[in-house]
Structures are given as C-alpha cells and as structure tokens.
C-alpha cells in the first residue's frame, strides 16, 4: 500500500513569515494530493488539494507543489497569521483509491 | 445543511467491555471511511464503504470489530471486546464520490479504555 512520510514534525515560525511544510509518497500511481488542517479538538477540514496532472496550484495565501517524478509534494504558507497554528496532514490517495495521511505537522505562528 | 454526525462524543469504557460509535454522513453521499486517529498522528483508514458494501477493509482488525452501513446511509463501528490500545479517537468522514475527492469527517468519537 502508499505510504505518506511528512516533515516536519514540528515548525514554529513568527507571524509574517512563510512556512513550508514536505510530503513524500511511495506508490507512483498515486493521483490526488489533499492537505487537511486540524485545529486542536476539531475535525480535519480540506484546505487546498492537486491533482497529479498539475504542478502547481494556490488559493490566496496558501499553495502546493508536486513533484511527480521525485515523488514528492509540499504546502505553502505565505504571511502566516496565528489563525494559521493547527496540526497540517499531507495525504495521497493511491491506484486502489485508498486515501493514506501523514503523520502530521504541528505549526506554530508566534506573534 | 448539517455535517457529518458522530455520536458519542466521548466514551469512557473498561477493558474487555463492549462499545458502538454511529455516524450519518452528509445527505446523498454515497462514500463513508471509518478513520482511527491515535493522539498527534494521521487518520489511519479502517473501512471504507460504497454504498451499503464495505470495499477496504483490509486494516479492519476482524477479530474485534465490525462495522455496518445498513441501507447504505448510517453506520455503526463496533469493538467487542476493548482493549488498552484502543483508546484513540474514532472518526468518520463521508464523500459524495467513489474516487474520493474531498472527505468531509465528524467530529470524532473519543474513546477512552480504562
């Protein structure tokens, strides 16, 4: 089956500044990239997902990469706000249409 | 228009005890997942359905739990008898396609084996 490594584990970064967070997948089939956030107590809520027929796709403050042939995506953050400090999940969904997450990035923005 | 349901919220149980979670998913999605979620790790998937049948249920442990999606809306998930290592939270999450797309989960069913 897929197997979804995320790094890091933790990240601190002061308001304003961007923060990036780093998705590896295993199964080259793997075609739909979502990034979930999870605030503490909450349920994970879709913030911005791509297909693998794009490389690029971003939604005001927020973006991802992939990079199919490396095998690799990542999430960017640009002008974090403290509204931004939640648990982030990277996950890949494979050819058997099974969705596999990450373990998850905890991000902290410091006033 | 209301979200995912999962009930209860929290249960505190003793070991070797049984337990049920519920979930309704969103109106007309045909796609429901039962996720684990152990404290500050990922969702792991447990069991998929489409519709009324269960199509991964391959990280299912069979030997204590069960599910079911009786008519293809609601679902039970099931642990008889409970272990220490289940404490973890139980959540759900519906989508309106078989190939996934976006999930949209519960808020999760909390579970505590004393």
């Known amino acids: 089956g897929e197997n979804v490594e995320q790094h890091p584990s933790t990240l601190s970064v002061q308001e304003g500044d961007s923060a990036v967070i780093k998705c590896t997948y295993s199964?080259?089939?793997?075609?739909?990239f979502p990034w979930y956030k999870q605030e503490l107590g909450k349920r994970p809520q879709l913030i911005i997902d791509?297909?693998?027929?794009?490389g690029e796709k971003k939604d005001q403050r927020i973006a991802v990469t992939l990079n199919k042939t490396a095998k690799h995506f990542s999430l960017h953050i640009t002008e974090t706000q403290p509204e931004d400090s939640a648990v982030y999940f990277c996950a890949a969904r494979d050819s058997a249409r099974q969705l596999t997450f990450g373990s998850g990035t905890q991000l902290t923005v410091l006033p | 228009e209301a979200g995912v349901v999962q009930s209860p919220r929290y249960k505190i149980i003793e070991k070797k005890q049984p337990v049920a979670f519920w979930c309704n998913p969103i109106?007309?999605?045909?796609?429901l997942y039962w996720y684990l979620q152990n404290l500050g790790q990922g969702p792991e998937l447990l069991i998929r359905y489409e519709n009324e049948e269960a199509v991964d249920d391959s990280q299912l442990p069979k030997d204590r739990f069960s599910a079911e999606r009786l008519k293809g809306v609601d679902s039970t998930l099931k642990i008889q008898p409970a272990e220490l290592g289940d404490s973890a939270v139980y959540l759900c999450?519906?989508?309106?396609?078989?190939?996934?797309?976006?999930?949209?989960f519960g808020e999760g069913s909390r579970l505590t084996v004393l």
């Open positions: 791509i297909r693998s027929n794009v």
């Open positions: 109106s007309g999605h045909n796609t």
């Open positions: 199964d080259s089939a793997s075609n739909y």
């Open positions: 999450a519906s989508s309106p396609r078989e190939d996934g797309g976006e999930l949209f």
